[in-house]
């Protein structure tokens, strides 16, 4: 009897992970390979963020490391590999010099930062966390300061902002943009998260970046476009992400922004699915876990001989900035509408109506991120079947 070719799943992320668990519930028999770049930890990504205000370090927010997870999903899972390119016609993952044969191939391998050339010889402190081990070396490299400069006040470097700050470091947000979150957030909510992170004693530089980063004794000196110079312990780069394509486009699959696929997650070349922060689904690049989560559960199916296409209801975004609740659903990109605001304070109600009068996103800080759930309700699913 010859050996059955395995389902071959790469990336142990969220996604990766969360596909293994909705397939294991529907076939617990066919092979399955996870190959991945790291240790294969299991630990949830938007906890990184909440590391000081939970009192977690690295170590403890790991949930379990390969071996357990290889056990409990019933799966192979190979640290620690690179795949290095893809032969869609012979079905081949290439790891270097190795190969592995898959009879379904997923790629859920994330993005990567965006990281900015800047001038100065302190390239070695400025720190990305996309992943445990970043957040490992950025803790171990933080256990002497007290210090920390943020390029970018998006989702991600406003969390870290909040959460260092809850630790008890000092903290400077450097961003070009004039408000807060600027993809996400109206102008008069971005204005209320501000105004409580600063009083937190958060320090904002906006409309200006940083241009040089050079050390200084254990730490930096970064001199802004404004011509402000900075003194921090150490620079944490939170200023954008970007799918991983570079692999799928060298073996032909069709890419844009993310790997390109339809709502059933099949990319282009036969057998090849994605999935999570490297996908672009049905023209959609969602960098968060509800997507990888609907994907996940409609993959599964496909996956075990049911093709599903994946449906996305509405998806609000939980900003983690305890000093300020804060809960967006964007409208659609090409939304026809207004934003109508009741601000008091802190607490901001940001309701994005369209000519007759229905929300079709909304943006709510303070108590006003109570309503969320209720407003969820009335947004518009993204997909209506
Ligand atoms: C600080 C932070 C806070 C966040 N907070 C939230 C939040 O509150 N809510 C929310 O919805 N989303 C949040 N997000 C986003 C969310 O965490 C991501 O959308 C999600 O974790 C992406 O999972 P993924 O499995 O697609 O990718 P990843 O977790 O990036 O996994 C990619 C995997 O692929 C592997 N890999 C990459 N390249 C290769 C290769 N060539 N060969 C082999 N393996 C490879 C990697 O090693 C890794 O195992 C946050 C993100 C960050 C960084």
Not at 37 to 60: C, E, I, N, Q, R
Not at 187 to 203: C, D, K, M, Y
Not at 247 to 252: E, S
Request: some cysteine; proline content about 5%.
């Amino acid at each position: 009897m010859t050996e059955q070719t395995p389902i071959v799943i790469v990336g142990t992320g969220l996604s990766g992970y969360s596909l293994v668990r909705e397939f294991r519930k529907l076939d617990k028999e066919t092979p399955v390979i996870m190959v991945t770049a790291d240790d294969g930890v299991s630990y949830s990504k938007p906890m990184l963020s909440t590391g000081f205000t939970k009192d977690k370090d690295a170590d403890g927010l790991a949930q379990a490391n390969p071996e357990a997870m290889a056990e409990q999903l019933g799966v192979e899972i190979r640290p620690w590999s690179t795949v290095t390119g893809i032969d869609t016609d012979a079905h081949e993952l290439k790891l270097g010099d190795q190969s592995i044969r898959y009879a379904k191939l997923v790629l859920a391998w994330g993005a990567d930062v965006i990281r900015l050339s800047l001038d100065g010889n302190a390239q070695d402190r400025v720190h990305s966390i996309n992943d445990l081990m970043d957040y490992r070396a950025f803790r171990k490299a933080l256990a002497e300061g007290k210090r920390v400069a943020i390029m970018g006040a998006g989702l991600i470097g406003c969390e870290f902002a909040n959460d260092l700050r809850n630790g008890g470091y000092e903290v400077d947000v450097i961003a070009p943009d004039s408000s807060l979150m600027p993809s996400l957030l109206p102008e008069t909510a971005a204005g209320a998260v501000q105004a409580e992170l600063e009083r937190l004693g958060v320090r904002f530089h906006l409309g200006t970046v940083v241009e040089r980063a050079e050390k200084q004794g254990s730490g930096v000196e970064l001199t802004l476009g404004n011509g402000e110079q900075l003194q921090a312990d150490l620079v944490v780069s939170a200023v954008g992400l970007r799918p991983r394509t570079e692999l799928a486009r060298d073996a032909g699959i069709r890419s844009g922004r993310g790997i390109q696929v339809n709502r059933a997650l099949e990319t282009s070349a036969p057998d090849v699915f994605a999935l999570g922060d490297c996908a672009e689904v049905d023209g959609r690049v969602l960098l968060y876990v509800l997507p990888l989560m609907a994907c996940a559960r409609a993959l599964a199916k496909t996956l075990a001989g049911t093709r599903t296409e994946v449906s996305y209801g509405t998806m609000p975004v939980m900003v983690k900035t305890p000093c300020c609740p804060t809960a967006v659903c964007p409208p659609p990109m090409d939304a026809e509408g207004e934003w109508q605001v009741e601000r008091d304070g802190a607490d901001v109600k940001a309701l994005f109506r369209s000519p007759d009068g229905d929300t079709l996103g909304f943006a709510v800080t303070g108590r006003f991120a109570l309503e969320k759930q209720t407003l969820a309700k009335e947004v518009p699913p993204i997909h209506r079947d």
